[in-house]
């Protein structure tokens, strides 16, 4: 009772300003919505949905994981280890981003065999609209790291700015492409804004984590090479078989292949425990 009003403070502190993004920035994706409604009807924001499904599958696991992620992120902070905070940090991005990366792109690559074996063949126009959308889960993702570290460090206000900045590019840019795209264009410009918000938060980050945040270029690299891959595959394989067989190819190739030559023997061990933590948690 005696520190119930100084932590009742620090609480609404770090609370208050995430609350106060979500009710700034909750009618600003209804007017998104309505404008895709206006120009294209319920079938396109249908097909928006069903790629936000698929969004909200692949993201799930990486979630869950991550989410060990902060509490010690927080401590670490807590005990002043700058550089034990700042390996964390950019093992947690690193560890999201590998994880996601075959995933996204093995949807991606057989999004619309996938959508038709799912929801039927009614959402088989849907698969540029759902391809974006697992693009987008990727940056998602990232950016959760992204935010973490400013949670861990207590910045919130800076996550304020980053969820009001974020639609408003994202509406900014749709502004221009929904009338030309329509659903595609929705789904576009949440994919650009959320490139833009990931490039602000990094050179903002930067600053607390002391470590170099340049050995994620080598994952950067790989993704544009597998993102051009996944492009090129629906422009020249028309095959849905082959599609669902490559993508099969990619999910099981692309992991083995990262976590032998993108993780030390000790993140290998670190990976382990924590998927292990998680599913030995889940079952208790």
């Known amino acids: 009772i ?14 208050f300003p ?18 895709v409604y206006k120009r294209a009807g319920f079938q396109e924001l249908g097909y928006i949905r069903a790629g936000q499904s698929i969004f909200g599958l692949i993201t799930f696991l990486p979630g869950v994981i991550s989410a060990n992620f902060i509490s010690v992120l927080s401590a670490t902070k807590g005990k002043g280890d700058h550089l034990e905070f700042s390996r964390i940090a950019l093992f ?7 994880t996601l990366l075959p995933i996204v792109v093995a949807f ?5 065999p996938i959508l038709v074996f799912v929801m039927g063949k009614s959402y088989q126009n849907a698969s540029a609209i759902a391809a974006i959308i697992v693009w987008t889960a990727l940056l998602v993702s990232f950016y959760a790291v992204i935010s973490q570290v400013f949670q861990s460090t207590g910045r919130t206000w800076w996550l304020f700015f980053f969820a009001i900045f974020q639609p408003l590019v994202f509406i900014s840019i749709a502004y221009f492409l929904v009338p030309v795209m329509l659903g595609s264009g929705y789904v576009l410009a949440e994919l650009l804004s959320d490139v833009a918000l990931i490039g602000i938060g990094v050179v903002l980050s930067r600053k607390m984590i002391l470590g170099s ?19 090129l595959s629906h422009v020249y394989i028309q095959n849905q078989v082959v599609l669902i067989l490559l993508a099969g190819v990619i999910l099981i190739a692309v992991p083995i292949w990262l976590f032998e030559f993108h993780l030390s023997l000790a993140e290998r061990k670190e990976i382990i425990r924590l998927i292990r933590s998680r599913f030995v948690r889940g079952q208790g």
């Open 2 to 15: 005696r520190n119930f009003t100084p932590n009742s403070a620090k609480i609404l502190s770090f609370g």
């Open 18 to 35: 995430l609350g106060l993004a979500g009710l700034l920035t909750a009618p600003i994706w209804l007017l998104l919505q309505s404008i």
């Open 92 to 98: 947690d991005a690193r560890f999201i981003w590998m």
């Open 108 to 112: 991606s690559i057989g999004i619309e």
């Open 213 to 231: 945040i340049n050995q994620l270029r080598n994952l950067l690299v790989l993704t544009c090479v597998l993102a051009l891959g996944a492009w």
